[in-house]
């Protein structure tokens, strides 16, 4: 049976009108709701009823029946937050709150800054309550406050309804010297201690703080977890927390389960990708890839991957993205050379044919060196020989490809930019493809993104329009660098004006 992923933020009620429109046609004899029927009704009635088309809905997207689809949404509005929603507050603790956290959503460059101001202008809101106690590390008065009452360590509550170590977990507050010339002095002593949100992490998980303690962003079925913050990334590139390995040990040695979705997500698909390993070696180290999944897979179960499913997700986004170091790191770990990641963005490929297409030939020859397969189109070969910049195999190719690629195609540049390729984007404009190709972006708001000046330059020689905007915020490839903190890229942009 091929299952589907239920829709992100689902809704009861639209759940109960598909069933009734699959009872509805069903009924009418359709050729499509009677194979439903038969797919998934362990025993297909002659004649369905409501109860029957509730059961197919419920299977159809993993869940054994009815009630537990209804149970699994009463888990998702359980735990779901939107963070980035909440509006400021005049309440100085509150406000304090929203903005010293993530909330990956409602992010400005300058936002944490305003609470390191807010900050330095009321010391006292270090130590306001259990949650303020928590984003700013004050272990001394967060001890003090546990030892009254053990219960605070798990209470919900602040700006976005959370418990004090997700506050902990998601703080991005500034060294005090950082937050303005002059007004250090005035942060409480302990606020400039190292390892203060580990001691004060200590003293919450002492108390009882769960350390898979997390939220569901927005109702997405992703959970974002005291780890997830910790690790950082995702959209936007979102700063790790400022002791994030320990943090994240901490948390793992505590009990936090390694199969963190949202984490692998951020620090892979989701951000500027890097080929940095720490995280995935702490997160194998304590059992990525290995037993049930955890708390958040009994709260969740079939919407969220196996720890053998993150595994080949992990080795699919290597592949994708470019990373050795992970990929040399995931198949000593036993990740599957030839496991499909289930992302959209993987398009049903191996890791093998992702590495391939995308021309990373290191990666593609420690997947063929540990016996992986590959079965591309013409296409796809032609693409796989762009993205590697061999112009010699595109010739060998014949003349009819490189139109076709350009009709069907055309944002091939594009991912030749994204994927930091400036052999290949020369290549590729060679052919006929359009340096301002505009999609959603162009390929230089790529460059722009990456902090990649290499690309950029070979773009703008080859007439890169540097003040295109992008289709989604009406921003120029400039525009992009500087949101981006992205200096290098920028001062050159400046400059080709």
Same mark, same amino acid.
């Given at each position: 049976?091929?299952?589907?992923?239920?829709?992100?933020?689902?809704?009861?009620?639209?759940?109960?009108?598909?069933?009734?429109?699959?009872?509805?046609?069903?009924?009418?004899?359709?050729?499509?709701?009677?194979? $439903?029927?038969?797919?998934?009704?362990? *025993?297909?009635?002659?004649?369905?009823?409501?109860?029957?088309?509730?059961?197919?809905?419920?299977?159809?997207?993993?869940? %054994?029946? +009815?009630?537990?689809?209804?149970?699994?949404?009463? %888990?998702?509005?359980?735990?779901?937050?939107?963070?980035?929603?909440?509006?400021?507050?005049?309440?100085?603790?509150?406000?304090?709150?929203?903005?010293?956290?993530?909330?990956?959503?409602?992010?400005?460059?300058?936002?944490?800054?305003?609470?390191?101001?807010?900050?330095?202008?009321?010391?006292? $809101?270090?130590?306001?309550?259990?949650?303020?106690?928590?984003?700013?590390?004050?272990?001394?008065? /967060?001890?003090?406050? @546990?030892?009254?009452?053990?219960?605070?360590?798990?209470?919900?509550?602040?700006?976005?309804? +959370?418990?004090? @170590?997700?506050?902990?977990?998601?703080?991005?507050?500034?060294?005090?010297?950082?937050?303005?010339?002059?007004?250090?002095?005035?942060?409480?002593?302990?606020?400039?201690?190292?390892?203060?949100?580990?001691?004060?992490?200590?003293?919450?998980?002492?108390?009882?703080?769960?350390?898979?303690?997390?939220?569901? +962003?927005?109702? $997405?079925? =992703?959970?974002?977890?005291?780890?997830?913050?910790?690790?950082?990334?995702?959209?936007?590139?979102?700063?790790?927390?400022?002791?994030?390995?320990?943090?994240?040990?901490?948390?793992?040695?505590?009990?936090?389960?390694?199969?963190?979705?949202?984490?692998?997500?951020?620090?892979?698909?989701?951000?500027?990708? %890097?080929?940095?390993?720490?995280?995935?070696?702490? /997160?194998?180290?304590?059992?990525?890839?290995?037993?049930?999944?955890?708390?958040?897979?009994?709260?969740?179960?079939?919407?969220?991957?196996?720890?053998?499913?993150?595994?080949?997700?992990?080795?699919?986004?290597?592949?994708? *993205?470019?990373?050795?170091?992970?990929?040399?790191?995931?198949?000593?770990?036993?990740?599957?050379?030839?496991?499909?990641?289930?992302?959209?963005?993987?398009?049903?490929?191996?890791?093998?044919?992702?590495?391939?297409?995308?021309?990373?030939?290191?990666?593609?020859?420690?997947?063929?060196?540990?016996?992986?397969?590959?079965?591309?189109?013409?296409?796809?070969?032609?693409?796989?020989?762009?993205?590697?910049?061999?112009?010699?195999?595109?010739?060998?190719?014949?003349?009819? $490809?490189?139109?076709?690629?350009?009709?069907?195609?055309?944002?091939?540049?594009?991912?030749?930019?994204?994927?930091?390729?400036?052999?290949?984007?020369?290549?590729?404009?060679?052919?006929?493809?359009?340096?301002?190709?505009? =999609?959603?972006? %162009?390929? @230089?708001?790529?460059?722009? +993104?990456?902090?990649?000046?290499?690309?950029?330059?070979?773009?703008?020689?080859?007439?890169?329009?540097?003040?295109?905007?992008?289709?989604?915020?009406?921003?120029?490839?400039?525009?992009?660098?500087?949101?981006?903190?992205?200096?290098?890229?920028?001062?050159?942009?400046?400059?080709?004006?």
């Amino acid at each position: 049976m091929a299952v589907r992923r239920l829709p992100d933020n689902p809704s009861l009620e639209r759940l109960r009108k598909q069933a009734k429109t699959l009872l509805r046609q069903a009924l009418a004899g359709d050729p499509e709701a009677l194979g $439903l029927l038969a797919e998934f009704h362990p *025993r297909p009635p002659r004649t369905p009823r409501l109860s029957d088309a509730q059961l197919v809905t419920a299977r159809e997207y993993g869940f %054994t029946g +009815w009630p537990r689809l209804k149970a699994h949404l009463d %888990t998702v509005e359980r735990y779901s937050r939107a963070p980035h929603r909440v509006a400021s507050s005049p309440d100085l603790p509150t406000e304090f709150l929203r903005l010293a956290c993530l909330t990956y959503g409602a992010e400005h460059p300058g936002r944490t800054r305003e609470a390191d101001l807010l900050l330095s202008r009321h010391p006292a $809101l270090a130590t306001a309550n259990v949650f303020t106690m928590a984003a700013t590390g004050s272990a001394d008065a /967060l001890a003090e406050t @546990l030892a009254g009452d053990p219960a605070l360590a798990r209470a919900q509550g602040g700006p976005f309804g +959370w418990e004090p @170590l997700l506050y902990l977990a998601y703080a991005r507050l500034r060294p005090p010297a950082d937050a303005r010339p002059g007004t250090s002095d005035r942060h409480p002593a302990e606020a400039r201690t190292p390892g203060r949100y580990l001691a004060a992490a200590g003293l919450l998980l002492n108390h009882g703080a769960d350390p898979d303690a997390g939220f569901l +962003w927005d109702g $997405l079925t =992703s959970p974002f977890t005291a780890l997830t913050g910790a690790f950082g990334g995702g959209e936007g590139d979102q700063p790790p927390h400022p002791e994030s390995l320990a943090l994240a040990r901490l948390l793992l040695t505590a009990g936090a389960d390694p199969n963190d979705s949202q984490t692998l997500y951020n620090r892979g698909l989701g951000g500027v990708f %890097t080929d940095d390993t720490a995280h995935l070696q702490l /997160l194998l180290e304590f059992g990525l890839g290995r037993g049930s999944g955890g708390a958040w897979h009994v709260r969740l179960g079939p919407t969220l991957p196996s720890p053998r499913q993150l595994l080949r997700e992990e080795l699919s986004t290597a592949a994708l *993205r470019g990373g050795p170091r992970r990929t040399r790191l995931l198949l000593a770990h036993g990740a599957e050379v030839d496991g499909r990641g289930g992302h959209p963005a993987f398009g049903g490929h191996t890791p093998y044919e992702l590495a391939l297409m995308n021309g990373h030939t290191e990666v593609a020859e420690l997947l063929a060196a540990a016996g992986a397969s590959a079965d591309l189109t013409e296409l796809e070969t032609f693409a796989a020989a762009c993205m590697r910049a061999d112009a010699a195999a595109v010739a060998a190719l014949g003349p009819d $490809l490189p139109a076709l690629a350009l009709a069907q195609h055309p944002e091939l540049i594009n991912h030749a930019a994204e994927q930091r390729k400036p052999g290949a984007v020369r290549l590729l404009a060679g052919l006929g493809f359009d340096v301002n190709h505009l =999609s959603r972006a %162009t390929p @230089l708001h790529a460059a722009a +993104w990456n902090d990649d000046v290499e690309t950029a330059r070979t773009l703008i020689e080859l007439g890169a329009d540097p003040t295109i905007k992008d289709a989604e915020h009406g921003a120029t490839p400039l525009g992009w660098a500087e949101y981006g903190g992205n200096p290098e890229v920028a001062a050159y942009l400046r400059q080709a004006r």
